[in-house]
C-alpha cells in the first residue's frame, strides 16, 4: 500500500511560482515512481511529470522548461517546483504511483493522493 498526501496549491498571478509536495508512506512506496497529474472540471487527467527515487525524471511537453520535479529521500517526498505560470495551468493537480516504468497514462497509475488546487490569474 502506498499513501500520499499532496500540499502546497494556492492562488498567483501570472508569472509567479509555486511550490507542490506529495509525501509518500506505505510499505512499498519506494518500488514506484511517482507521477504528477493535473484535471480540469469536466476533463481527462493530464500527465504533467514523473521523479523516481533516484531522481530521474520525465515532463510533458506543455510544462518542459518550467516545471521541476525534485525528490528528498530523507523526508520521502517528492516536489514539483512550477515556475512562469500561466492561466492555463491553473487545474486540481494530483500526485500519483506507479510500478510502471515511464508511464504517462493516469491508468496505469494505482494510488492517488487527494490532490491540490493551483489556481494562476492574469
Known amino acids: 500500500q502506498v499513501q500520499l498526501v499532496e500540499s502546497g496549491g494556492g492562488s498567483v498571478q501570472a508569472g509567479d511560482s509555486l511550490r507542490l509536495a506529495c509525501a509518500a508512506s506505505g510499505r512499498t512506496f519506494r518500488r514506484h515512481m511517482l507521477g504528477w497529474f493535473r484535471q480540469a472540471p469536466g476533463k481527462d487527467r493530464e500527465f504533467v511529470a514523473a521523479i523516481t527515487w533516484s531522481g530521474w525524471t520525465m515532463y510533458a511537453a506543455s510544462v518542459q522548461g518550467r516545471f521541476i520535479a525534485a525528490v528528498d529521500n530523507g523526508m520521502d517526498t517528492v516536489y514539483l517546483q512550477m515556475n512562469s505560470l500561466k492561466p492555463e495551468d491553473t487545474d486540481l493537480y494530483f500526485c500519483?504511483?506507479?510500478?510502471?516504468?515511464?508511464?504517462?497514462?493516469?491508468?496505469?497509475?494505482?494510488?492517488w493522493g487527494q490532490g491540490t488546487q493551483v489556481t494562476v490569474s492574469t
Open positions: 500519483a504511483a506507479t510500478k510502471a516504468a515511464n508511464s504517462r497514462r493516469s491508468r496505469n497509475y494505482d494510488y
